[in-house]
Structures are given as structure tokens and as C-alpha cells.
């Protein structure tokens, strides 16, 4: 991650006009936060950083409404502001599984894990081999109770990738349950 970090950092270095990367390095700094490869305060100030400067070059685009309303959600807890920036993002880009996959996790971070599951298997739909959106519908089927779904959907993810962390860790939540 700190490798692409670096690339996008050296495009807007020679194109400070170059939105697209803004954004760009606005997930990638989302990601380092979720993950806590970097303190929070670090990690999600430079997404919202990048987010906003990506949006002032160009309002229409979804990837940075959606890293913003990462930083929003995960960070500094403004749910509404979160929830406005998701539907805007889906609103630009319905077939983003990124959104639909962050929005996911913005739901079950707020308690509506149905609302959850509906925007996980959305993403999922969008793109079924992506093994982050696999392992974390697992896990929200799971804290929505529904254990079967949780067993099925984690060895899913274990299918498609049998050294994938998330997906061990997702079936083995899933038994502790």
C-alpha cells in the first residue's frame, strides 16, 4: 500500500490538477486507517485531505465522496455527513462495489446490519472475487445472527483464496458465535 501511496503522491506531484488521484490517495489512506497501518489521526485526516482536494478539481467524482465518507464514518463518527457523501458517491456510480462495500461497513459500524448485508451483497454482485467484500459479508452475516449464511459465505471466501486471512479469521468468529 505504501507503494501505490508513493506513486499516486509523485502523480500529484507533477499534476496538482489530477483529481483522479487525489481520490485515489484518499482510499489508499482510508485503507492504511482501517487496517491501522497508521494511527487514525493520520491515516484518515490526509483521506479527507486527498478526498477534498480530489472533489474542488472535480465534484462528480464517486471515488472521492466515497473515501471521504470513510474518513467521516470510520473516524471522526459523523454518520450523517458519511451517509450523505455514500449516497452521493452511488448516486455518480451505482456500479461502485467499493461504495456499495464501504457503505456496507458504514450500516454495520451504525448498527443497521440489515441495511448492511444489503449494500455487501450488492458490492459482492458487482464484484464476486473481490475477497475483502467476500470475508466482510461473512463477517456482518454473522454479527446480524445469521450464522448458516456466515458459514457459507466465509468458506466462500476461503474458496477463492484458501491463504486469505480475513476469511479464517471471519469462519472462525463465525463458530466463536
Not at 490526509?46 to 472535480?58: H, S, T, V
Not at 443497521?112 to 464476486?128: F, M, T, V
Request: aromatic share 12%; glycine share 6%; with cysteine.
Amino acid at each position: 500500500m505504501y507503494k501505490a501511496i508513493g506513486y499516486l503522491e509523485e502523480a500529484v506531484r507533477r499534476d496538482s490538477g489530477y483529481a483522479q488521484a487525489y481520490a485515489a490517495l484518499a482510499a489508499a489512506y482510508d485503507v492504511v486507517g482501517m487496517y491501522e497501518i497508521l494511527p487514525p489521526d493520520r491515516s484518515f485526516a490526509k483521506a479527507q485531505e486527498f478526498a477534498n482536494r480530489a472533489l474542488q478539481l472535480d465534484e462528480t467524482l464517486s471515488e472521492a465522496y466515497t473515501a471521504r465518507a470513510a474518513a467521516e464514518s470510520f473516524w471522526q463518527f459523523g454518520w450523517v455527513s458519511a451517509d450523505r457523501d455514500f449516497q452521493r458517491a452511488i448516486a455518480l456510480d451505482s456500479s461502485s462495489a467499493l461504495a456499495h462495500h464501504w457503505y456496507g461497513e458504514h450500516f454495520n459500524g451504525i448498527g443497521d446490519a440489515e441495511r448492511a448485508l444489503s449494500e455487501l451483497k450488492r458490492a459482492r454482485d458487482l464484484d464476486p472475487m473481490s475477497l475483502p467484500v467476500n470475508g466482510t459479508l461473512g463477517r456482518v452475516y454473522r454479527d446480524a445472527r445469521h450464522y448458516p449464511e456466515a458459514i457459507q459465505q466465509c468458506r466462500k471466501t476461503l474458496e477463492l483464496d484458501p491463504h486469505f486471512p480475513l476469511g479464517h479469521w471471519c469462519l472462525a468468529q463465525v463458530y466463536l458465535g
